[in-house]
């Protein structure tokens, strides 16, 4: 697994969330190398290296980049973080079987309830791991992030027992450049946590083109979302799902701490690409109907990104 008691990992998908994650696995000492299709990312990282800024301070240059999962292969992974949208999920899972090295773990590190179910199908649950987000940024250029808050820790966890040990030692990695991450007892819950965060807020964002801020600010909005967060977590509660009594509470106060902040369902309305609603709202509608339960603001604003994404303005 180890070459030289470095960890080689391969992170793919340049955005906020992969950029972040790269430059701390960097410092942390990790081999790691950056993939992303886009060629101008590509240039723009090799020229500038990777800038994080606002919340988070740091600068890396010098690190290993290719523009397609195959190349990849040479690399010989201990480790792949797939940071892509989940739109592009599936066919980053199929590129990344078909290097399959039978020792590579994959590690869905993006927003969405059962994205690890995807990798799984393929690499088995013994060699995925999930990881849960406590970080939010927008590209201010191809090459540098304006970190817009980090409500720390992150979660990481493998669905298995032969997982555990790569689990811990990224967790380490993280945590030696004080990027907060910890592993719980059981990571569903986080990952239920965060979806029904992102999808009080994201899609109303995308709607009505504001920020989380704007939104939060406005008295009839948030009531629209402290309804959404209502009727997710009806949802959850029958899904067996542990949030707490306090939950709704600590939801406000978090969405409330996100200030100006655009969140991707936003930037991808804005930019004319497919957006995560699938696997936020568009998750809770389909529990919902597996417990009888009527989700109809989730399948609503599920509607609405639905009919943005499609239309020809």
Known sequence: METNNQLKIGVIGLGPVGATLITHLHEANAIVIGCDVDIKTIDRIKKKGITLKHKIEKHISGIELCHSVQELEMYDLDLAIVCVKTPALKKVIKHLYEINNDKMFVMCAQNGIDNELIAAAKFGEERTLRMVINFAGN???????????????????????????????????????????VIPEDIQDYVWEK?????????????????????????????????????????????????????????????KNAGHHRPSMLTDIENGRRTEIDQLNGKIVQYGRKHYLPTPLNQSVTALVHMLEYSPD
């Open 139 to 181: 590209m201010s250029d191809r090459s540098s992030v304006h970190v817009s808050f980090f409500n720390p820790p992150n979660y990481v966890a493998a669905l298995l027992t032969p997982g555990e040990e790569m689990a811990q030692k990224f967790a380490d990695l993280l945590n030696s450049v004080n990027l907060e991450t």
């Open 195 to 255: 979806a029904i965060l992102n999808a009080a807020l994201s899609a109303v964002c995308a709607i009505t083109r504001r920020t989380m801020k704007d939104v939060m600010d406005f008295k009839k909005t948030l009531e629209l979302v402290e309804a959404l967060i209502d009727e997710s977590v009806r949802v959850a509660d029958r899904e067996g799902i542990e949030l707490g009594k306090k939950f709704r509470r600590f939801c406000i106060r978090y969405l």
